[in-house]
């Protein structure tokens, strides 16, 4: 399974250029703080409610222009002239071209969402890492997962030390949830198995529209 919270960019936290000069990089798996913090399966359980709620709208919108399909083909009557039939296939394209689009907007609010809930974490627990690797006389902290570590000793592993100093910052599921706008959960992706960074096909991957 992909990592949960792990970005593509953004491999390395670092402190300003002059301190670097002093000591090596730290690394800090920042799965395990987050399994830890309880913020991994809350972030797996906003998605998979967000999930649910996009969905369900557009199992709504395929309903609402399959009604519409349906209805042009009755204005047609049963034997309709090669002109209202062209007609027809025209519109059934428009039709599926827009929950298309459709979809297409919904799997935009899912990535958006993730990221940002990914990003909130990572902008939080960056300066708690930097300080725990000062204290180790280290300057720059790596993601353990991103990129691919070929080999380091537990004494610049600084994870365990990270979570303890997240858990007394206060740093925990609550800290990065959205903000409550009255609009509920919604806006997110993800299918059993995968995580905020790994995203699942949603459900409604089928076409709008009379096929």
Not at 17 to 44: C, F, M, P, R
Not at 45 to 67: F, H, V, Y
Not at 160 to 185: H, L
Request: charged share 20%.
């Amino acid at each position: 399974m992909k990592s949960i919270v792990t970005l593509a960019a953004a491999a390395l936290l670092t402190v300003p250029a002059l301190a670097q000069n002093k000591g090596g990089v730290a690394v800090v798996d920042i799965d395990a703080v987050a399994q830890e913090l309880g913020i991994a399966e809350a972030v797996v359980e906003e998605l998979t409610a967000a999930q649910n709620n996009l969905n369900q709208q557009l199992s709504n919108a395929k309903t609402q222009l399959q009604a519409r399909m349906n209805q042009a083909e009755a204005q047609a009557g049963q034997q309709p002239t090669p002109q209202n039939r062209q007609a027809l296939v025209n519109f059934n394209r428009q039709l599926n071209q827009q929950f298309d689009q459709y979809q297409a907007n919904a799997r935009q609010i899912l990535a958006n969402t993730r990221v940002s809930r990914i990003r909130d974490f990572q902008e939080k627990l960056k300066p708690i890492a930097l300080e725990e690797a000062k204290k180790q006389g280290l300057h720059v902290v790596m993601m353990k997962v991103s990129p691919p570590i070929f080999a380091y000793t537990d004494e610049v592993d600084i994870t365990t030390a990270v979570t303890a100093a997240a858990k007394a910052a206060g740093i925990n599921a609550e800290s990065i949830a959205p903000a409550d706008d009255g609009k509920g959960k919604g806006g997110d992706e993800k299918g059993k198995g995968t995580t905020p960074a790994a995203p699942a096909k949603g459900k409604g991957d089928d076409k709008g529209g009379k096929n």
